[in-house]
C-alpha cells in the first residue's frame, strides 16, 4: 500500500513539474515581450517593466531563465500584474481560499447528489422513475455550466427574488453581523454559483454511478450473495454499492479539471471573487502574469486531485494496491 | 450474421439511441442547409429601433443587443458547432489511435515511454492551456480551434486503444497470421485495425458532445471564434449583459447547445451499447 | 413397529414439473421444461448434463433466484420438507436460502466480493440468519475456515478472495456455505475450476462434511468421474429435461437413455484399445429451439418416426429407474 502511495506521489510531482515546464514555454513561446504577451506597452510602466526583466532575468539566455523562473516559483514570486498593480502572489492569496470553499461546496453536492441519484436509478432500473432521472441527468450533462448559472440566475434571483444575484456578501451590511450572520450571508451568496457547477458534476456522476452500480449487480457475487439470503438492502449496498464506488472515487479526482474550467465561467456570472474570475478578467485584459499564475495553480490542484482520487481508491479496492 | 449487423440490429431497437441519431441528422441538415433559408446572420437592418426586440412575426426568436436577427444567427452557428465538434472530434480520434496502435504494438520500453508521457498529458489541465494560447491568438480561424482541441484531447483515446491492442496482439488469429510470415505493419492494418472500429467509434462519438461544449466555453469567453460570427458561446455572451430585459438571446443558443449536445449523447450511448459484447442494462 | 416407521418419509426436496422461461428479443426460451428430481435426507444426488442443458439454472430456481428477463413458470412445485418454496414470501425465502438450503457457486473467485474481507463475509452470513453478536460470528467464522481446512485460519480471515488460492477459495465457499448448518447443499460444478489434485481434496472434505452434518447434497456437474464416485442416485438433463433417473452403478453399468450410452462412451479410455475417441454426433439446441418429438433424435443413433413427432415422458425401466426414451417401449427398434 505504502509502495503504491508512494508511486503516486511521484507521480503527482512529475505532473507539477511537466505545468512548470509548461508555462514557462508558453510565455516564451507567445508573440510579443515575455511576461508581458500582447498588453499594449505603452500601457505598462518603465519601471515595472525593468522590474521584471531584473526579477526573470529576461535578458539572460534560456535555461538560466528557466532556473530563475523555477526559483521565483518556489519562492512564491509570481510576478506584477500590470492590471490590477499589484503582486500576483498577493491577489492569488487572496482569491483562491474563496474558489476552494465554492469547489468544495460543489463538489459535496455533485458527489451526494449524483451517488443519490445513481443509486436510486439503479435500484429502480427501468421504471418510470429511472426513465425521468435519467432524461433529467442528460439533460444536465448536456448542458454547458454557463448557460445553467444565467438560467439559475434569471429564474431565482431576477424572477423570483429568492437568491442574490451576485458576490460572496452583502457589502451593505457584512461587515456589521456577527459570525454566525456573515457565514449565513456567504452561505447564501453560495447557493446559486455553487449549484451551478455542482449539478452538470452531479449529472455526470449520476450517469456513471448507475451504470457501474448496475454491472456490479450483475455479478456473480451479487447473486451468492442474495443465494445466502442476505436482505436486498444490504446486498445492494453493502456489496454492489462497495464494489461499484472505486471507479467513482476515480472519476471524482479527475472531475477537478471540470470544476476549475466552471468556476472560470461560474465566478464571472456570478460575481464570486475568486481565483476563477481572476483569471477570466486577466484573459480579458491580457494581464500575462496572472494568467500564467493561475495555469500553474490549476496544475497543482489538478495534479493533487488524481493523488487524492488514487489513494482512495486503493483504500476502497483492495485489488489495486497490487498494481504493476 | 456479422458483428456489424448484429449491432446494427441492436442499436435500431435502442428508441432512445435512434431519436438521438434521428436528431443529429436533423442537426445537420439545420446547419448545412438551413442558412439558405434563414436571413443573414450578421445584418443590421435597423441598429436603432430593431434592438432587443422579444420574438415577433418578423423575427421568430427575436433580435440581439446589435439588432441582428437571433434566429438566423443560432442556425449559422449550427454550422460551426457541429463543424468543429464533429473535426476536432475526428481528428482526436486519429491520434489517439495512431498513438495507442503504435504504443500496443512496440516494444515495452517504447510502450512505458509513451504512456508515461501520455499519464502526464493527462494530468494537465487543459482548459487552462487552451484559455492561454487562445488569448494570445486572438484571430484563430475555426480549422486551427479545431486542431488545437483534437491536440489536447486524444490521450484517452489511446489508452483505449492501446489495451485493445495489446490484448488482441497474443489472440490465436493473430499468431497463426504471424506464424504465416504477414509483415507486422499489414497485420496491424488488417487484422488490428478492424477490431479497434467500435471502441473508436464510441470513443468519437461521445467526444463530439463534450467538444462542442468545450468549444462553446471558449467563445464564451470571447476566445477562439468571436463576433460578429455567431457560434452559440458567442451569442450567450452577448446575451448575458441583457438577460433581464432580453432572456431570448442568451436562451436560444442555449437551447440549441442542448438539444445538440443531447443528440450525440443519446447516439452515442446507443452506439456503445450496441457495439459492446455485454449489453448494458 | 409403529405406523409413523412405516410411514413413507417425506423426501427433503421435491421438485414437480419445474419450468423456466427467459423472454428475450429473439422469443421465449424455456431453459428449463418439466423437470421432477426428489432428495431424501442425508442423500448425495447428482445431476449430470452439458452445458447448455439448464441444469444451473434449475438450481437457481430451486432457491428462487430467477431473476428477469427469466421467470419461473406456473404449475411448478419446488418443496422443501413439505413446504412450497415458490408460494413463500420475500422474508421467507430469504430466511430458507443460505440457512436451510446453500448454494455454492463454480467460480469462487466471481462469487466471493472481491473488496470484503471473507471471513468478514462468513460472519455476514451468520448474522442474517442467527441472532449472534458479530464477535461470535467472527469467532464462528474462523471456527468455520478451520472445519473445512484451511490452514491458519485466524490469517486467513482477514484475508481477501483474490489473495487465496483457486482451492482455497472453493474452501472458503463451502465455509459460508455451510455457516447455518443447511439441510440440503447445491453444489454447482463445485470442482471445474480448480486442479485435479485439489478437485479430491474438495470432494473430500465435502464428503466429510456431509456424513458429520447429515447433509443431503445436488451435486450439479458435467463430470461422470466425480458422479460415479459420490453420488447414490443420478439424473441426467438434456435439452432442459431429465432423460433418465437411476441409482449409480446401474446407470453406469447399464444406461438406458442414447444420451447417456453416449455420454459414457465419450469418456476416454485408457484400458480399451480404440484409436478415435467416441464422440456424440451433433450439438446441444439453442433453449429458444427445441427440436420437435424427442429433443435427442437429431443425435441418437436408434431413432426412428416416432422418435420425430412424440416427446417421450419419462418411462419407468425399473425400481428407482426411468428413461425418457421410446426404446423403453420398444426395445426391438435399438441399432446394433
Request: with cysteine; proline share 7%.
Amino acid at each position: 500500500m505504502l509502495g503504491y502511495v508512494a508511486r503516486r506521489l511521484g507521480f503527482a510531482v512529475v505532473s507539477i513539474a511537466a505545468v512548470v515546464v509548461l508555462t514557462f514555454l508558453l510565455v516564451h513561446l507567445a508573440p510579443g515581450e515575455p511576461m508581458l504577451g500582447s498588453a499594449d506597452r505603452r500601457m505598462v510602466s518603465p519601471e515595472v517593466l525593468a522590474r521584471q526583466r531584473a526579477l526573470f532575468g529576461l535578458d539572460r539566455p534560456l535555461p538560466v531563465q528557466f532556473v530563475r523562473y523555477a526559483a521565483n516559483l518556489a519562492r512564491g514570486e509570481l510576478g506584477e500584474s500590470f492590471v490590477l498593480h499589484r503582486p500576483v502572489a498577493a491577489v492569488i492569496r487572496e482569491a483562491l481560499p474563496n474558489t476552494l470553499l465554492l469547489g468544495a461546496a460543489a463538489l459535496l453536492l455533485a458527489v451526494g447528489l449524483g451517488l443519490a441519484v445513481g443509486v436510486l436509478q439503479a435500484a429502480r432500473r427501468h421504471s418510470l422513475t429511472d426513465t425521468l432521472l435519467g432524461g433529467a441527468t442528460l439533460a444536465l450533462y448536456s448542458m454547458p455550466v454557463f448557460w445553467l448559472g444565467l438560467l439559475l440566475l434569471l429564474v431565482f434571483g431576477e424572477g423570483l427574488h429568492w437568491l442574490p444575484i451576485g458576490g460572496m456578501t452583502d457589502p451593505a451590511v457584512h461587515d456589521l453581523l456577527p459570525p454566525l450572520g456573515r457565514a449565513l450571508d456567504v452561505a447564501r451568496h453560495l447557493v446559486l454559483p455553487a449549484a451551478t457547477l455542482g449539478l452538470v458534476q452531479a449529472a455526470a456522476f449520476a450517469r456513471f454511478q448507475r451504470s457501474a452500480l448496475l454491472e456490479s449487480l450483475g455479478a456473480e457475487f451479487v447473486r451468492a450473495a442474495r443465494a445466502r439470503g442476505l436482505p436486498e438492502r444490504r446486498v445492494l449496498l453493502r456489496h454492489a454499492l462497495r464494489t461499484a464506488l472505486a471507479p467513482t472515487l476515480t472519476l471524482t479526482g479527475l472531475s477537478v479539471p471540470y470544476f476549475l474550467a466552471g468556476s472560470v465561467l461560474v465566478e464571472s456570472i456570478f460575481g464570486w471573487p475568486g481565483l476563477g474570475r481572476v483569471a477570466y478578467d486577466a484573459i480579458f485584459a491580457r494581464d500575462y502574469n496572472v494568467i500564467v499564475a493561475t495555469a500553474l495553480i490549476a496544475g497543482v490542484l489538478v495534479a493533487l486531485g488524481n493523488l487524492l482520487a488514487d489513494v482512495a481508491v486503493a483504500l476502497a479496492d483492495p485489488r489495486v494496491r497490487l498494481d504493476r | 450474421m456479422s458483428p456489424w449487423r448484429v449491432a446494427g440490429r441492436r442499436f435500431v431497437r435502442n428508441r432512445a439511441a435512434v431519436a438521438g441519431a434521428a436528431l443529429v441528422a436533423l442537426l445537420v441538415l439545420v446547419a448545412a442547409v438551413g442558412p439558405l433559408c434563414t436571413g443573414d446572420p450578421l445584418a443590421q437592418p435597423d441598429p436603432v429601433r430593431l434592438q432587443d426586440r422579444p420574438p415577433s412575426g418578423a423575427h421568430w426568436l427575436g433580435t440581439d443587443p446589435y439588432s441582428r436577427d437571433v434566429l438566423s444567427r443560432t442556425v449559422s452557428a449550427a454550422r460551426v458547432s457541429l463543424g468543429i465538434g464533429v473535426g476536432a472530434a475526428l481528428l482526436a480520434v486519429t491520434l489517439g489511435t495512431a498513438v495507442g496502435l503504435a504504443a500496443g504494438v512496440a516494444g515495452r520500453r517504447t510502450d512505458q515511454l509513451l504512456m508515461r508521457g501520455v499519464d502526464v498529458a493527462m494530468a494537465l489541465p487543459r482548459i487552462f492551456f487552451l484559455l492561454a494560447v487562445f488569448a494570445v491568438w486572438e484571430q484563430a480561424p475555426p480549422v486551427a480551434v479545431a486542431l488545437l482541441i483534437a491536440l489536447t484531447g486524444w490521450f484517452q483515446t489511446s489508452r483505449i486503444v492501446r489495451a485493445e491492442v495489446l490484448s488482441l496482439r497474443e489472440a490465436d488469429f493473430v499468431a497463426a497470421a504471424r506464424a504465416l510470415g504477414v509483415p507486422e505493419g499489414r497485420i496491424a492494418r488488417r487484422h488490428l485495425l478492424p477490431h479497434l472500429a467500435g471502441p473508436i467509434i464510441v470513443s468519437a462519438s461521445l467526444d463530439v458532445g463534450n467538444i462542442i461544449l468545450l468549444e462553446a466555453g471558449l467563445s464564451y469567453l470571447g476566445l477562439g471564434i468571436r463576433p460578429p460570427t455567431p457560434t452559440w458561446g458567442n451569442m450567450i455572451m452577448d446575451g448575458k449583459d441583457v438577460l433581464f430585459s432580453a432572456p431570448w438571446v442568451a436562451l436560444a443558443p442555449g437551447l440549441a447547445l442542448i438539444l445538440t449536445v443531447v443528440a450525440f449523447n443519446l447516439a452515442g450511448d446507443g452506439l456503445r451499447d450496441a457495439l459492446d459484447p455485454k449489453a448494458r442494462a | 413397529m409403529s405406523a409413523a416407521a412405516l410411514a413413507p418419509r417425506t423426501p427433503l426436496l421435491e421438485v414437480r414439473d419445474l419450468a423456466v422461461t427467459f423472454t428475450g428479443p429473439g422469443g421465449v426460451a424455456r431453459a428449463v421444461d418439466g423437470v421432477d428430481l426428489t432428495v431424501d435426507e442425508g442423500e448425495t444426488v447428482g445431476l449430470v448434463g452439458e452445458s447448455g442443458c439448464g441444469k444451473s439454472v434449475t438450481a437457481l430456481a430451486l432457491l428462487r433466484l430467477i431473476e428477469p428477463p427469466g421467470h419461473i413458470a406456473h404449475g411448478s412445485s419446488v418443496r422443501l420438507e413439505g413446504r412450497d418454496l415458490l408460494a413463500l414470501g420475500t422474508k421467507e425465502i430469504r430466511a430458507v436460502r443460505g440457512n436451510h438450503v446453500a448454494l455454492v457457486f463454480q467460480e469462487p473467485l466471481s462469487a466471493l466480493n472481491p473488496v470484503r474481507r471473507v471471513g468478514a463475509q462468513i460472519a455476514e452470513a451468520i448474522r442474517a440468519h442467527e441472532p449472534v453478536t458479530r464477535a461470535t460470528a467472527r469467532w464462528r467464522a474462523v471456527e468455520l475456515l478451520g472445519t473445512v481446512g484451511i490452514p491458519d485460519a485466524p490469517r486467513r480471515a482477514s484475508a481477501y478472495a483474490h489473495q487465496l488460492s483457486g482451492g482455497m477459495r472453493q474452501r472458503v465457499m463451502l465455509a459460508m456455505a455451510l455457516a447455518c448448518r443447511p439441510k440440503l447443499l447445491l453444489a454447482d460444478e463445485p470442482t471445474t475450476a480448480l486442479d485435479v489434485t485439489i478437485q479430491a481434496e474438495i470432494l473430500e472434505l465435502l464428503d466429510g462434511l456431509q456424513r458429520r452434518l447429515g447433509m443431503a447434497v445436488l451435486l450439479i456437474t458435467h463430470n461422470l468421474g466425480i458422479v460415479a464416485e459420490r453420488t447414490r442416485r443420478v439424473y441426467v438433463m438434456y435439452a432442459g429435461q431429465i432423460v433418465e433417473e437411476a441409482p449409480t452403478e446401474r446407470l453406469f453399468a447399464a444406461p438406458a437413455h442414447p444420451y447417456t450410452e453416449g455420454l459414457l462412451a465419450a469418456v476416454p479410455r485408457l484400458d480399451l484399445r480404440r484409436e478415435r475417441l467416441r464422440a456424440i454426433p451433433g450439438q446441444v439446441p439453442p433453449a429458444d429451439a427445441w427440436p420437435a418429438g424427442c429433443r435427442f433424435h437429431p443425435r441418437c443413433p436408434h431413432a426412428w418416426e416416432r422418435c420425430r413427432t412424440e416427446l417421450p415422458p419419462l418411462l419407468p425401466v425399473a425400481e428407482g429407474r426411468k428413461a425418457r426414451c421410446w426404446l423403453v417401449q420398444e426395445p426391438d427398434r435399438r441399432q446394433a
